[in-house]
């Protein structure tokens, strides 16, 4: 899961230097920015099984997968020690529009961070392939804007871990609507590759 200077935070959402992005993070507040736990607890679903947070991030979409969300690029990309990320994996569409797509596991930050968070990021439930998650978009934005700044979409795949599948566009040609269900793709495609790994 850049646009890291215009937000002042860091969950690496997208980071891909060959296409002017920068990295994003929307779970780190930045300068000015305060992000406290609510007072109520909440719980993460029952996920159907748990899932390993080890395996190459570049290698949780196939071929075939990365043809259906028409990839033209892939490069490995920086990880987020917040998050215990070691790398992640950036993957370019240009057809068509223009968007970059990420994908992280996180060994240290799970869905239950998200659960009782207000900072700089809206959030809501989802669920991915029967496993609970989160979608985030920036704060201020409605769910259905026209032309939105990001989307991603954050799986539970084992407590205390989640898969992080993001979508930043390079221009206003995605509605938020269109991010959050390219996000939700990319985070099930991911999630089906990692459940053979595990």
């Known amino acids: 899961m850049r646009v890291g200077t215009r937000v002042g935070v860091a969950v690496a959402l997208v980071a891909v230097a060959a296409a002017g992005c920068t990295t994003r993070d929307?779970?780190?507040?930045g300068p000015g920015t305060t992000t406290t736990a609510a007072s109520s607890s909440a719980s993460v679903p029952p996920r159907p099984k748990d899932l390993s947070a080890t395996a190459d991030p570049c290698s949780l979409l196939t071929q075939d997968q990365m043809a259906q969300m028409k990839v033209s690029s892939s490069a490995q990309g920086p990880g987020w020690d917040q998050t215990g990320a070691a790398t992640s994996c950036t993957y370019q569409v240009t057809d068509p529009v223009k968007y970059t797509m990420t994908?992280?596991?996180?060994?240290k930050r799970g869905v239950d961070y998200w659960l009782n968070y207000t900072g700089t990021w809206v959030t809501r439930s989802a669920t991915v392939s029967s496993f609970p998650a989160i979608q985030i978009v920036t704060k201020g934005e409605d769910w259905n804007a026209p032309a939105g700044h990001l989307c991603d979409t954050i799986v539970s795949i084992a407590d205390g871990k989640e898969l992080y599948a993001g979508v930043l566009p390079h221009s206003g040609d995605l509605s938020?609507?269109?991010?959050?269900d390219l996000s939700k793709q990319l985070a099930s495609l991911a999630l089906a590759t990692l459940q053979t790994k595990s």
Do not use: I, K, S, Y
């Open 26 to 29: 929307p779970g780190t507040a």
């Open 103 to 107: 994908v992280r596991l996180d060994p």
């Open 176 to 180: 938020n609507t269109q991010m959050c």
